[in-house]
T-cell receptor, first 110, second 114 residues
């Protein structure tokens, strides 16, 4: 699995601005991806998913972009709100199980 | 419908003891996966159960084991606890196995080994 030590990458954004969280995945054969949000003291919560036959998918205030060429996934959050403050994980399904990225902590500034 | 339920929420054990954690998946879900989450290692896959059989296993020692019952409820057991086993243990349930199957997580069990 992946490890990043004790310090998560942190993204700080102003309330109302757009946020972009990036993730590099490892297995070119992975064909299903999910973004999860984890708030303190809670389990990961599903945000949005995308299959490898798509390169973009939109939800409510969120958009996921998939670039299979460089094995890169991004999550865009529009009009970021204080309630969006959390750790965000990308997960790839390699056909056996989900492999999670190290996570990014999103901090929304008032 | 009810989400994934994990019990207990918090647990404190002593080194050398063993512990059993429980997970009740969403009704109708047959796949249950377990993960260990620590600040240093992030979310690490432990194992997956489907139809009472372990289908996939992560890179953890044999002290970590699990099982699934006919009602899809799952338990995981850790024997001879070590300090490094302190972590948040998360259970996720899915309707089925394989690609394109969304996984729903429980709140986790916070295990502290002293």
């Amino acid at each position: 699995g992946e490890s990043v030590g004790l310090h998560l990458p942190t993204l700080s954004v102003q309330e109302g601005d757009n946020s972009i969280i990036n993730c590099a995945y490892s297995n070119s054969a992975s064909d299903y991806f999910i973004w999860y949000k984890q708030e303190s003291g809670k389990g990961p919560q599903f945000i949005i998913d995308i299959r490898s036959n798509m390169d973009k998918r939109q939800g409510q205030r969120v958009t996921v972009l998939l670039n299979k060429t460089v094995k890169h996934l991004s999550l865009q959050i529009a009009a970021t709100q204080p309630g969006d403050s959390a750790v965000y994980f990308c997960a790839e399904n390699n056909g056996q199980n989900f492999v999670f990225g190290p996570g990014t902590r999103l901090s929304v500034l008032p | 419908k009810a989400g994934v339920t994990q019990t207990p929420r918090y647990l404190i054990k002593t080194r050398g003891q063993q512990v059993t954690l429980s997970c009740s998946p969403i009704s109708g879900h047959r796949s249950v996966s377990w993960y260990q989450q620590t600040p240093g290692q992030g979310l690490q896959f432990l194992f997956e159960y489907f139809s009472e059989t372990q289908r996939n296993k992560g890179n953890f020692p044999g002290r970590f084991s699990g099982r699934q019952f006919s009602n899809s409820r799952s338990e995981m057991n850790v024997s001879t606890l070590e300090l490094g086993d302190s972590a948040l243990y998360l259970c996720a349930s899915s309707l089925a196995r394989g690609h394109g199957t969304e996984a729903f997580f429980g709140q986790g069990t916070r295990l502290t080994v002293v």
